[in-house]
């Protein structure tokens, strides 16, 4: 069975494309989805093709590696990400005042800024 990445796929629309790896563009309808199945733009797939009235289509797709659904639902509302990134933005420009001035911050805080860093990004990377 071929694989390949979602390149496209519209939730409301219940249609996308996989980019298959060896390059060939296949159509995707939500009813060859496995149930409780949601494609993000980058989930790696595999799937049967047959063709359509349109050119080749996915049959029988198969999720190879797909985000955790559980950070998704754990993600901060928009309006809390704000205050933390507004926070976040007051520690660093403390942070660069110092480095201005030749000194970087000491081990504990500098784990700290780090650690923040991380799971903000993680946040967002969902």
């Known amino acids: 069975m071929p694989t390949g990445k979602v390149r496209f796929y519209d939730e409301e629309k219940g249609f996308g494309f996989i ?3 060896d390059g060939e563009q296949v159509y ?9 199945v949601e494609l993000t733009a980058g989930m790696r797939l595999e799937y049967g093709v047959a063709d359509g009235r ?3 289509q996915a049959l029988s797709v198969r999720v190879l590696d797909a985000p955790p659904r559980a950070a998704r639902r ?12 507004e ?9 660069g005042e110092r ?18 860093l991380r799971r903000l990004a993680d946040d967002f990377d969902v």
């Open 28 to 36: 995707v309808h939500a009813s060859v989805l496995p149930d409780d």
């Open 99 to 116: 480095l201005q001035h030749g000194q970087y911050p000491d081990r504990q805080a500098s784990r700290q800024v780090a650690t923040i």
């Open 54 to 56: 349109r050119g080749p």
């Open 87 to 95: 926070d976040l933005m007051k520690m660093l420009d403390g942070i």
């Open 74 to 85: 754990n993600r901060k509302p928009a309006v809390e990400m704000a205050v933390i990134v």
């Open 19 to 21: 980019q298959g790896d």
